[in-house]
């Protein structure tokens, strides 16, 4: 079986009914659970070459079915691949089909590791945050959430960090619910290592954001 079968061969309908009506989605569902594609992606890691995995990432993303894309970027989350290039080109084109939360953060969570293989890439994620796709925007701040994590930054980390805030600043005034929770997200994740650069940006931006995000934002300074 393909590997789009092997997830099919799972399918529960009951459950796929709960899921498509609390993602909200259109896509295809086929009610499978997140363990059982969590041991789908466990064999193929296991079996395939660096380009099969790739190629079998492709083939589920392009198949729109809800597990299939949720599998596809499960089995591109690695810290180290040979291939770094090619996943994170394919990562990149499926940024502009991100259509729900669900989706997006499982995809940004493979993205987010080929950015800390190479920071460079951020050149490209500016872009996105210009985007008219309100998923494009917000996966500019999910997909560098990292930077947020950072104990004890270098200097180009923090020049990272500024980037990005930089990017949450021009984010303010977009009062879309998914962009003003990404954005107190990001401060509150920041706040955990860095407080005093969170209140600093809330001082100067704060009163364009959404009451939920400055909360959120500050949700761990008490």
């Known amino acids: 079986?393909?590997?789009l079968q092997q997830i099919a061969a799972l399918e529960n309908r009951a459950k796929a009914g709960e899921m498509v009506a609390y993602h909200k989605t259109t896509r295809p569902v086929l009610g499978v659970s997140n363990g059982d594609i969590d041991q789908l992606v466990k064999g193929w890691k296991a079996d395939a070459t660096p380009e099969l995995r790739l190629q079998i990432a492709h083939d589920l993303w392009s198949s729109r079915v809800f597990e299939a894309c949720i599998a596809a970027a499960k089995l591109l989350?690695?810290?180290?691949?040979?291939?770094?290039?090619?996943?994170?080109?394919?990562?990149?084109g499926w940024v502009p089909a991100f259509d729900g939360w669900a989706i997006a953060d499982h995809a940004s969570k493979a993205g987010e590791k080929r950015l800390q293989a190479d920071p460079r890439c951020l050149d490209q994620v500016e872009d996105w945050t210009r985007s008219d796709h309100m998923w494009t925007r917000r996966a500019a701040l999910v997909m560098t959430l990292p930077w947020a994590k950072i104990?004890?930054?270098?200097?180009?980390?923090?020049e990272n960090q500024e980037r990005i805030l930089g990017w949450a600043a021009g984010y303010t005034t977009d009062h879309n619910w998914f962009i003003q929770k990404a954005i107190?997200?990001?401060l509150r994740t920041?706040?955990?290592?860095s407080p005093d650069r969170t209140r600093a940006f809330i001082a100067q931006y704060g009163e364009a954001m959404k009451p939920f995000a400055r909360r959120e934002a500050l949700r761990k300074l008490g």
């Open 151 to 158: 104990r004890n930054p270098k200097p180009a980390d923090i």
């Open 1 to 3: 079986m393909t590997p």
């Open 77 to 92: 989350t690695q810290a180290r691949m040979q291939n770094d290039t090619e996943v994170w080109a394919e990562i990149q």
């Open 184 to 186: 107190g997200w990001w």
């Open 190 to 193: 920041l706040s955990e290592k």
